[in-house]
């Protein structure tokens, strides 16, 4: 926590105010890197990741993986790998000490061209998952720095972002909990695979898709598939699409459309149906949500 500059907070808490209140992500002006700020701890709200890796500069948060939560706090990193439909809280802020952090998307591409380049010797195996977190070093708070630099930039950001990212690509692949990054960066592997069949998914969350196809693309047999997506994502291709519907249903619900409508809109051919997936995910009915809404 030394190694974080309390000018670098104070700079981030006040751009991040211009983007409003609350604490969703809101742009830097430097490509790829965002910022959030928040003033109060949240309940479990849902949301999407897009591999990414979050430094928190003060307070503390937690994403749910799996039957856990996965949390990070002031001084340290998480580190998502694949794009995943989860939820998240923060857990400590407060009006004099709010919630601060910064965002960098991940590129495989990018992660792919390191890998490349470095001798195997050089990316320490270990327990691979997709969201994993750990002290952040003086280097990742370094880079990270040095992108928000860029902000107001832009002849200077023409030539250096891409250096900068490719940076933080190297510094978070050889991360001590970065073994899922070190896994997607190898083509072939399982966890290269299953991304492909995530952002086929992600592309066509609202149209009827089978296991089937969707190994077919990741080029494993139906069973295998099956078990590596569920060791990446925490749950199947299809309730991953079911996911993907009902995130998309909860964003479009304080509309002015009817719950039918939406659940039309996200997929559902049963607006019966939606509504009791929608209370299994959600805990309270589509209805609920848009009476909150009004209420508000």
Not at 221 to 230: G, L, W, Y
Request: aromatic fraction near 4%; charge should be positive; proline fraction near 7%.
């Amino acid at each position: 926590m030394d190694h974080i500059a309390p000018d670098l907070i104070a700079r981030c808490a006040a751009l991040a105010l211009q983007n409003g209140p609350d604490s969703r992500p809101g742009p830097t002006g430097v490509e790829g890197l965002s910022v959030v700020r928040a003033q109060s701890p949240q309940a479990m709200l849902p949301t999407i990741y897009q591999p990414m890796i979050c430094l928190v500069l003060q307070g503390a948060k937690e994403i749910r993986h799996r039957s856990s939560a996965v949390g990070f706090a002031a001084g340290e990193t998480a580190i998502v790998s694949h794009e995943l439909v989860t939820s998240a809280r923060i857990t400590t802020a407060s009006g004099a000490l709010p919630y601060v952090a910064l965002a960098a998307t991940i590129d495989p591409e990018i992660l792919r061209s390191i890998q490349a380049e470095l001798p195997p010797e050089a990316l320490q195996a270990a327990r691979s998952e997709a969201v994993a977190s750990g002290a952040a070093g003086r280097g990742v708070v370094d880079v990270m720095t040095r992108l928000l630099d860029l902000a107001g930039r832009p002849h200077e950001a023409r030539i250096l972002l891409p250096l900068i990212r490719r940076e933080l690509h190297l510094r978070a692949l050889m991360s001590p909990h970065g073994g899922m990054l070190r896994e997607l960066s190898v083509p072939g592997s399982p966890a290269s695979r299953i991304a492909r069949a995530v952002a086929h998914i992600r592309a066509n969350w609202n149209t009827p898709l089978r296991t089937q196809d969707l190994a077919e693309l990741a080029g494993m047999s139906p069973s295998s598939f099956h078990e590596h997506f569920r060791a990446v994502t925490a749950t199947s291709p299809i309730q991953y699409q079911k996911a993907l519907r009902l995130h998309a249903a909860y964003q479009q619900l304080p509309g002015d459309h009817s719950v039918s409508a939406v659940a039309f809109a996200v997929g559902y051919e049963s607006p019966t149906q939606f509504a009791r997936d929608y209370r299994r995910a959600y805990g309270a009915t589509p209805r609920d949500r848009m009476a909150a809404k009004i209420s508000g």
